[in-house]
């Protein structure tokens, strides 16, 4: 497990990207390392209704700058009051939090990266690593219409971008399990964060094509240190805590 901190991270820039998300660009004294699917949880502060930090993944890292974006889409009060940081003032960050992604992938094949709304926010960090491991990287990202399309450029600098939009304004039509990548797919790993539902059809698709699948699970948190026991999932093994054995689980962890 690797360690955490307690840092104030000073607001470089925080700017809203669609009309729900914006992203945040904090920069640290010191960064530590994070691996890519691990996450930081956040203290709300001037609120008198959020008491407890609010779990953000890690969307991008550049440990030459000291720095980290985060990528939030605003739904309360939490994320709502994240979204009014200016430039300069501090957010108090715990972090890095969770286990990651198993990025070691043996088999010399691309990787394919899945996310449905905000949970392409991790694989932006996960793809760089991989890309920069000489793996060859496939997006594929799910979003209901082309209104809800997140900026894309920076995963297109990392890898090839595939696109299903649900009324097909976008890319294939469809959800995600219904992109025609699917026909030829050969992938080493398979590394998903969305909605549950998406993910349960991802892995019966990853089990039919016998591909290797992670999954980050996004349930309600509160501690994220594995004190609480509010986020816990039923794995093959018993109740885990998402905060400290995941998020990130194989498929073949779940009972899905
Ligand atoms: C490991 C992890 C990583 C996450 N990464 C991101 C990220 O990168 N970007 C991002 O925008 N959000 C992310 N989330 C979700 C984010 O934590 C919640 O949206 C946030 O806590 C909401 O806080 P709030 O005070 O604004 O809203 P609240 O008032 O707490 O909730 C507003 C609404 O959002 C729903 N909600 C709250 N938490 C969650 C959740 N965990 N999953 C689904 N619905 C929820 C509530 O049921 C309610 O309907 C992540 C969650 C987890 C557990
Ligand atoms: S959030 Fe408290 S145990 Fe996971």
């Given at each position: 497990?690797?360690?955490?901190?307690q840092l104030?991270?000073?607001?470089?820039k925080?700017?809203?990207?669609?009309s729900?998300?914006?992203?945040m660009t904090?920069s640290f004294?010191?960064?530590?390392?994070?691996?890519?699917?691990?996450?930081?949880e956040?203290?709300?502060d001037?609120t008198?209704t959020?008491?407890?930090?609010?779990p953000?993944?890690?969307?991008?890292v550049?440990p030459?700058?000291?720095?980290?974006?985060l990528?939030?889409?605003?739904?309360?009060d939490?994320?709502?009051?994240l979204?009014?940081?200016?430039?300069?003032d501090?957010?108090n960050?715990?972090f890095p939090?969770g286990?990651?992604?198993?990025?070691?992938?043996?088999?010399?094949?691309?990787?394919l990266?899945v996310?449905?709304?905000?949970?392409i926010?991790?694989?932006?960090?996960?793809?760089r690593v991989?890309?920069?491991?000489?793996?060859k990287?496939?997006?594929l990202?799910g979003?209901?219409?082309?209104a809800d399309?997140?900026p894309l450029?920076?995963?297109?600098?990392?890898?090839?971008?595939?696109?299903?939009?649900?009324?097909g304004?976008?890319?294939?039509?469809?959800?995600?399990?219904?992109?025609s990548?699917w026909?030829?797919?050969?992938?080493?790993r398979?590394?998903?964060c969305?909605?549950?539902?998406?993910?349960?059809a991802l892995?019966?698709?990853?089990?039919?094509?016998n591909?290797?699948?992670?999954?980050?699970l996004e349930?309600?948190?509160?501690c994220?240190v594995?004190?609480?026991?509010c986020?816990?999932?039923q794995?093959h093994e018993?109740?885990?805590c998402v905060?400290?054995d995941?998020?990130?689980f194989n498929?073949?962890?779940?009972?899905w």
């Open positions: 497990m690797s360690k955490k901190y104030d991270g000073t607001v470089i925080n700017e809203w990207v669609t729900t998300y914006f992203k904090l004294e010191t960064l530590p390392e994070i691996k890519a699917g691990q996450f930081a956040l203290r709300i001037e008198p959020v008491f407890l930090r609010r953000i993944s890690i969307h991008d550049r030459e700058n000291k720095e980290m974006d990528l939030i889409q605003k739904v309360g939490g994320t709502a009051w979204s009014t940081r200016k430039e300069d501090k957010v960050v715990i939090l286990n990651g992604f198993d990025t070691d992938v043996a088999e010399n094949k691309p990787v990266l996310g449905g709304g905000v949970g926010a991790p694989l932006l960090h996960l793809g991989l890309s920069s491991e000489g793996r990287v496939h997006f990202l979003f209901r219409k082309e399309i997140l450029n920076a995963y297109k600098e990392v890898g090839e971008v595939f696109i299903t939009t649900e009324d304004s976008v890319g294939d039509k469809g959800f995600v399990t219904n992109h990548l026909k030829n797919a050969d992938y080493a398979i590394f998903s969305g909605p549950t539902p998406m993910m349960k892995s019966t698709v990853a089990r039919e094509k591909i290797d699948c992670e999954v980050s349930n309600k948190m509160a994220g594995g004190a609480c026991l986020c816990v999932t794995t018993g109740h885990k905060c400290t995941g998020p990130v498929i073949n962890e779940l009972p």
